[in-house]
T-cell receptor, first 109, second 114 residues
Framework: QKEVEQNSGPLSVPEGAIASLNCTYS??????FFWYRQYSGKSPELIMS????GDKEDGRFTAQLNKASQYVSLLIRDSQPSDSATYLC?????????FGSGTRLQVQP | NAGVMQNPRHLVRRRGQEARLRCSPM?????VYWYRQLPEEGLKFMVY????????ESGMPKERFSAEFPKEGPSILRIQQVVRGDSAAYFC????????????FGPGTRLTVT
């Protein structure tokens, strides 16, 4: 069983819509959760971190964490074509970060 | 503020040569991580270092790969006797504290083995 799972997509949404990205993890001891955005051929860029249950909002981004269900999500409001990228969920497993394989988001103009 | 710096950005090596990849962490960061991303695959953890200490190398291949983070200078990921399967993007990340804290990535080194 993969430690961090994401739907590979592509997830296609129209411009201005809400994009919802999901992630599940297997290690109940994980305490830190991150979302990274990676454009093709570029390095991952940290966009959100969340450490406790509930919601955390930053601009158009909202991260949601439910430790009981071992579930993390990222909502992107008012999606823009520039949001088209691969979104990586990362979870600390012991001393390292374990990444999901990423969800490719396409925002259609 | 300078971000994480990596060099070279692109590296071409023939099979059997050595590859040396360098990483300087962000200012104020003392923890360095190396990840590898194979074509069309996800990021895989390789090694976690602090100055003069390897904290976790559970993701490093057993042979040909080594890493260091000396007291002075950048962290080095060294690959001896490269093979075609080593062709990948190698990313370095740094953080202020351990893996439970935010990690910021450098631009990566794209290694091509011919």
């Amino acid at each position: 069983q993969k430690e961090v799972e994401q739907n590979s997509g592509p997830l296609s949404v129209p411009e201005g819509a809400i994009a919802s990205l999901n992630c599940t993890y297997s290690d109940r001891g994980s305490q830190s959760f991150f979302w990274y955005r990676q454009y093709s051929g570029k390095s991952p860029e940290l966009i959100m971190s969340i450490y406790s249950n509930g919601d955390k909002e930053d601009g158009r981004f909202t991260a949601q964490l439910n430790k009981a269900s071992q579930y993390v999500s990222l909502l992107i409001r008012d999606s823009q074509p520039s949001d088209s990228a691969t979104y990586l969920c990362a979870v600390n497993v012991g001393r390292a970060l374990t990444f999901g394989s990423g969800t490719r988001l396409q925002v259609q103009p | 503020n300078a971000g994480v710096m990596q060099n070279p950005r692109h590296l071409v090596r023939r099979r059997g040569q050595e590859a040396r990849l360098r990483c300087s962490p962000m200012k104020g960061h003392s923890h360095v991580y190396w990840y590898r991303q194979l074509p069309e695959e996800g990021l895989k953890f390789m090694v976690y270092l602090q100055k003069e200490n390897i904290i976790d190398e559970s993701g490093m291949p057993k042979e040909r790969f080594s890493a260091e983070f000396p007291k002075e200078g950048p962290s080095i990921l060294r690959i001896q006797q490269v093979v075609r399967g080593d062709s990948a993007a190698y990313f370095c990340a740094s953080s202020k504290r351990g893996a439970d804290y935010e990690q910021y990535f450098g631009p990566g080194t794209r290694l091509t083995v011919t």
